[in-house]
């Protein structure tokens, strides 16, 4: 089947952004694409306040939700992507999203907060308690992870364990010293830790880096983007992942109890 990862620089007006992804969906499934990533935390984003995505939130019977369901009405791709969702007053989930003929299908809330480089997304934001089931998209199991999630192995390996052929993971992957290297780094890894494909959609902008990619199992990038907006396409088996599991057999080849993650 083939998938797909879009990337584009999230502004401040919640409308616009939705009009984006809109657009990036419509394209997506006229090129028959049967699952899209798009980035993380969508609702908002302003250079001058870091907090407004946070501000923004908006449950996910929303006015952003509601224009992509209306879209994914259309037809019958998996899109992926992520929005800050209320909490309590104030604070806020981490919220990913898969959408399927103008349903919410699945919901995670990520585990894994970035209080890292300075930043501290715990500030305002609550982490998730739960690891999303596994999501079916025709006839490949997908795992369901969000930008930091990627520094933890054990949830990309729970995962794998679980039965997942792909890992997809919508980021804000932010800029800095090394980042870009411990980004294509961390996506080959994960990829080889689980032999299974990742398809990691990054927002692109002032703030962050962009560089979606789409990693076979053998951690090789089959599709990739710069730091511009950009729609991203590759093909993707079952039989691949076969292929390398029965080369690369370390998730039964492994000495280790399966990981406790919560």
Same mark, same amino acid.
């Given at each position: 089947?083939?998938? #797909?990862?879009?990337?584009?620089?999230?502004?401040?007006?919640?409308?616009?952004?939705?009009?984006?992804?809109?657009?990036?969906?419509?394209?997506?499934?006229?090129?028959?694409?049967?699952?899209?990533?798009?980035?993380? #935390?969508?609702?908002? @984003?302003?250079?001058?306040?870091?907090?407004?995505?946070?501000?923004?939130?908006?449950?996910?019977?929303?006015?952003?939700?509601?224009?992509?369901?209306?879209?994914?009405?259309?037809?019958?791709?998996?899109?992926?992507?992520?929005? &800050?969702?209320?909490?309590?007053? +104030?604070?806020?989930?981490?919220?990913?999203?898969?959408?399927?003929?103008?349903?919410?299908?699945? &919901?995670?809330?990520?585990? !894994?907060?970035?209080?890292?480089?300075?930043?501290?997304?715990?500030?305002?934001?609550? %982490?998730?308690?739960?690891?999303?089931?596994?999501?079916?998209?025709?006839?490949?199991?997908?795992?369901?992870?969000?930008?930091?999630?990627? @520094?933890?192995?054990?949830?990309?390996? %729970?995962?794998?364990?679980? +039965?997942?052929?792909?890992?997809?993971?919508?980021?804000?992957?932010?800029?800095?010293?090394?980042?870009? !290297? !411990?980004?294509?780094?961390?996506?080959?890894?994960?990829?080889?830790?689980?032999?299974?494909?990742?398809? #990691?959609? +990054?927002?692109?902008?002032?703030?962050?880096?962009?560089?979606?990619?789409?990693?076979?199992?053998?951690?090789?990038?089959?599709? %990739?983007?710069?730091?511009?907006?950009?729609?991203?396409? #590759?093909?993707?088996?079952?039989?691949?992942?076969?292929?390398?599991?029965?080369?690369?057999?370390?998730?039964?080849?492994?000495?280790?109890?399966?990981?406790?993650?919560?």
């Amino acid at each position: 089947m083939f998938v #797909a990862a879009g990337q584009f620089a999230v502004g401040p007006s919640w409308e616009k952004n939705a009009e984006t992804c809109a657009s990036l969906m419509s394209q997506a499934a006229g090129e028959g694409v049967s699952l899209l990533v798009l980035p993380e #935390a969508l609702l908002a @984003r302003n250079d001058i306040d870091p907090d407004l995505s946070v501000k923004s939130a908006q449950l996910l019977e929303g006015g952003f939700l509601t224009r992509l369901l209306r879209e994914s009405a259309q037809n019958e791709m998996t899109t992926i992507l992520t929005i &800050h969702v209320p909490s309590v007053p +104030g604070r806020a989930f981490n919220m990913l999203v898969a959408l399927r003929g103008g349903r919410v299908v699945a &919901h995670y809330a990520k585990l !894994h907060l970035y209080d890292a480089f300075a930043i501290q997304e715990s500030r305002n934001v609550d %982490a998730g308690d739960a690891i999303a089931p596994l999501l079916d998209v025709d006839g490949l199991k997908v795992g369901l992870m969000t930008c930091y999630d990627l @520094r933890f192995p054990e949830l990309a390996l %729970a995962h794998a364990l679980q +039965g997942a052929d792909i890992l997809a993971l919508p980021a804000a992957w932010v800029r800095g010293a090394l980042k870009e !290297h !411990h980004w294509a780094t961390l996506l080959a890894a994960r990829a080889l830790d689980a032999t299974c494909y990742v398809i #990691a959609a +990054g927002e692109c902008g002032n703030k962050n880096i962009g560089q979606s990619r789409v990693i076979d199992p053998f951690g090789v990038t089959i599709a %990739a983007a710069a730091e511009t907006p950009a729609l991203i396409m #590759a093909e993707v088996s079952a039989e691949r992942v076969k292929q390398v599991r029965a080369q690369l057999p370390v998730l039964i080849n492994r000495r280790f109890a399966p990981p406790q993650l919560l």
